[in-house]
């Protein structure tokens, strides 16, 4: 597999959690908010991942979006403002896959998916221009 494909995989799975999370949220009744805003942060995660193997630079195993973006960022200094979503979604690695005393309501499940949507795209955007 080239470096190419690899980068396409990891943006695909990236842009496939993102369409589950969608779904898991708008197409269910009860919404299933716990499970989307987890593959939410799975997205986001594998969209910075593709970003860090496009630039051929590799990344330690890790769920934290913040140290991904900012590695990221030394690459392109557009990923700063993506360090607030980042940091704000995180946390759903762990917090939405276990029961938690911490309930997760429509509106939450709403802006996370929101910036979910932004980090995926911007990543993919990246991707295609600087590859040309």
Avoid at 62 to 82: A, K, P, R
Avoid at 89 to 104: L, Q, V
Wanted: hydrophobic content about 35%.
């Amino acid at each position: 597999m080239t470096e190419a494909q690899w980068v396409q995989r990891w943006l695909e799975r990236a842009q496939d959690d993102l369409l589950a999370a969608k779904r898991l949220f708008n197409d269910y009744h009860p919404k299933m908010l716990e499970i989307s805003c987890y593959q939410c942060q799975q997205a986001a995660e594998k969209a910075l991942k593709a970003y860090l193997t496009f630039k051929e630079h590799s990344f330690k195993f890790t769920h934290d979006l913040l140290e991904l973006c900012i590695v990221c960022s030394t690459f392109n200094t557009g990923f700063h403002d993506l360090e607030g979503d980042c940091s704000d979604i995180s946390h759903y690695a762990t917090d939405a896959r276990y029961p938690n005393k911490n309930e997760i309501d429509e509106a939450e499940t709403e802006k996370t998916l929101q910036k979910a949507e932004r980090i995926v795209t911007f990543c993919a955007s990246l991707i295609t221009s600087e590859e040309q």
